[in-house]
């Protein structure tokens, strides 16, 4: 089974912001240990006695807010390049999958609506091509806690009986999950991501975003894992 940890930067009400994404990375139920335990070494840098009270989230690493203000800030910023790096060092099945949207792009739809949209039915995609290549795998999608969780899971069980824009969702298990990120390293790895994501394309900033450029689900030459909706 893979599972698709996901998150989400930016907020359609907040005028200050031009996008919105959503982002999450497959990893092969087998890969899950392995990512946690090279997450769990980073957080110990900042708290060797309990690594477990480091929570791992880009904003509040990189602008020093939630306690990240007494750690200096290359330390702060090489910890979340090294957490990137994790996934992008780790088995090339994992993959990531990202909708980045300017509401005002899509003014007669919900933002969070049309990014899980594309998540899932990416996500979807990349199964059904390991199961034509006769690796079958069922897919999870799990999310961080949040207060879309009653919409998005309507959203999942109506693309897999009524369908989405594309299709019907045929190789995914249950509707979407949702844990507390303080539980998941896999979820604030994540957030990284998404927060990596929103930098490249709100601030132009890419120090973060090309440590995972290369992982963005691919087929050939054709980008799969990427959909960005400006105009």
């Known amino acids: 089974m893979y ?22 990375i497959a990893v092969f139920e087998r890969q899950g240990y392995w990512i946690s335990e090279k997450l769990d070494a980073i957080a110990a840098r900042f708290d060797p006695a309990d690594p477990g009270s480091i929570e791992l989230h880009g904003s509040p690493m990189r602008q020093g807010r939630d306690g990240w203000d007494c750690f200096p800030v ?3 910023i090489q910890a979340m390049k090294d957490a990137l790096g994790v996934l992008s060092q780790s088995h090339p099945s994992n993959r990531v999958f990202a909708c980045v949207v300017r509401p005002d792009a899509i ?3 919900d933002p969070y609506e049309y990014c899980f949209e594309q998540l899932a039915s990416r996500f979807d995609l990349y199964l059904m091509r390991l199961h034509r290549g006769g690796d079958t795998q069922r897919g999870l999608i799990v999310f ?10 309507n959203l999942a069980r109506n693309f897999r009986s009524v369908g989405h824009t594309w299709g019907v969702l045929r190789n995914l298990a ?38 995972v450029e290369d992982r963005f689900d691919r087929e ?12």
Not at 144 to 153: L, N, P, R, V
Not at 178 to 200: G, K, N
Request: proline share 5%; no cysteine.
């Open 107 to 109: 003014s007669s739809r």
């Open 144 to 153: 961080d806690e949040a207060a879309y969780e009653t919409s998005i899971q």
């Open 220 to 231: 050939g030459s054709t980008v799969h894992g990427l959909h960005v909706k400006s105009v």
């Open 3 to 24: 599972l698709l940890y996901a998150d989400h930067s930016g907020d359609p009400s907040d005028p200050n912001l031009k996008y919105v994404v959503f982002a999450g």
């Open 174 to 211: 249950e509707v979407p999950l949702f844990l507390d990120s303080r539980a998941s390293r896999l979820i604030q790895l994540a957030d990284l991501v998404a927060y990596a994501i929103a930098r490249r394309f709100e601030r132009e900033d890419s120090q973060f975003y090309e440590v």
């Open 74 to 76: 290359p330390d702060r």
